[in-house]
């Protein structure tokens, strides 16, 4: 750790995404210097960096659900690079990147009889260490990511490869089948239609219900204009029974209705699940589908002092919402450091 041996901050926050960062924003704004941030990957936003496609454009309004920002950080809606050096940007001004330790994974925290929260990391994947810092508050902002929804059926270990959960190994004349309703699969689908270089991939749309119900107006818009002109095949309102090896590509698909497809590559974009571990192992209570229970107005948890907010909170969530969030919490904390 860069930080000295018995240091106490006032606020730890776990997750460098738009919660996280945004709450480093926050307390700065709201007088709270005294802050760290850590995340598992090398640098901030490491979910849009990986599961954004390239180029793709950063919606304000997302999953159907239109969003105010009502704390101070906000975006102007653009592409994913420039929302990166935006916040790039944001962070810069507001003079709060040297609070940020990359590469460090958290497994828990754990609150003392001191009241301080110690911060537990995964070394080696096996062995856990304690960071050297202690802090008086907690914002778990770790998203939903690190773990994506898998579908009922087994993946064939020999098919690992190739049955993914973001584009970035879609390599061009590919057959992918992308599965899933939400607005992630819809940009999926017609982004690879669309992408510089991929214009050889034949792209197949898989979602159990037959229409498309779950998507923002543009992206329903640009599925619709290529299921009607047959650039995006169509095989909705059918389910995956099963994956196994193909005999002409690599995956045949079962399907519920007998049919069968043969793919390079199936793209699963079916959201992601709730990191309970971290909850529960740090004394979280959670509810169902393993939600934290948490207080609606502050984001405080049963735990005295540890937040969660941003995805780990909804399964709609946005970038929006977990800068909302994060001003929430926030405010909380700096009434109660008064
Ligand atoms: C493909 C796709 C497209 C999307 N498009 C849009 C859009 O256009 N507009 C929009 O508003 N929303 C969009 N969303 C949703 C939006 O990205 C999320 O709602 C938002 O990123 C949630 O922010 P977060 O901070 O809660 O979590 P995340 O962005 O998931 O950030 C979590 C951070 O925590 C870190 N982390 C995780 N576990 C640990 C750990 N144990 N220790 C340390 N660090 C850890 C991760 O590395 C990551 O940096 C999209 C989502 C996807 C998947």
């Not at 007088?31 to 901030?44: F, M, Q, R, S, T």
């Not at 064939?156 to 607005?183: A, I, T, Y």
Request: glycine fraction near 10%; include cysteine.
């Amino acid at each position: 750790m860069i930080h000295e041996d018995g240091k106490i901050v006032d606020i730890a926050i776990v997750g460098a995404g738009p919660g996280g960062m945004a709450s480093a924003i926050e307390a700065k704004l709201a007088g709270i210097e005294n802050i760290l941030v850590i995340d598992k990957a090398p640098h901030h936003n490491d979910m849009i960096h990986k599961f954004y496609k390239k180029g793709k454009r950063v919606d304000k309004d997302w999953m159907g659900i239109e969003f105010n920002f009502t704390g101070n950080v906000r975006f102007d809606e653009c592409s994913k690079e420039e929302y990166i050096d935006q916040m790039d940007k944001k962070l810069e001004n507001a003079g709060v990147l040297d609070t940020f330790e990359y590469n460090h994974e958290i497994v828990r925290v754990e609150k003392g009889e001191d009241g301080l929260f110690s911060i537990v990391f995964a070394t080696d994947g096996i062995s856990e260490s304690v960071e050297s810092v202690k802090a008086r508050n907690v914002i778990l902002s770790v998203g939903r990511m690190g773990k994506p929804n898998k579908p009922r059926y087994k993946f064939p270990r020999e098919l690992k490869e190739v049955l993914n959960f973001n584009l970035s190994k879609v390599q061009n004349g590919e057959h992918v089948m992308v599965v899933g309703g939400g607005d992630t699969a819809g940009e999926y689908a017609y982004g690879l239609i669309e992408l510089e270089g991929m214009e050889d991939c034949v792209v197949t749309l898989n979602y159990r219900k037959p229409d498309i119900t779950r998507m923002n107006p543009i992206n329903t818009e640009s599925c619709t204009k290529y299921l009607d002109n047959g650039k995006m095949i169509n095989k909705m309102g059918v389910d995956v029974e099963s994956v196994e090896p193909g005999t002409e590509r690599a995956i045949k698909v079962n399907f519920t209705d007998g049919s069968t497809g043969e793919y390079d590559r199936a793209v699963y974009a079916l959201g992601g699940t709730t990191p309970k571990d971290i909850l529960v192992n740090s004394g979280v209570k959670t509810g169902e589908w393993d939600v934290p229970v948490y207080n609606e107005a502050t984001f405080e948890t049963n735990v005295e002092g540890l937040y969660t907010i941003g995805d780990v909170v909804t399964d709609q969530g946005s970038i929006a919402l977990a800068f909302n969030h994060a001003s929430d919490a926030v405010k909380n904390i700096a009434k109660n450091l008064k």
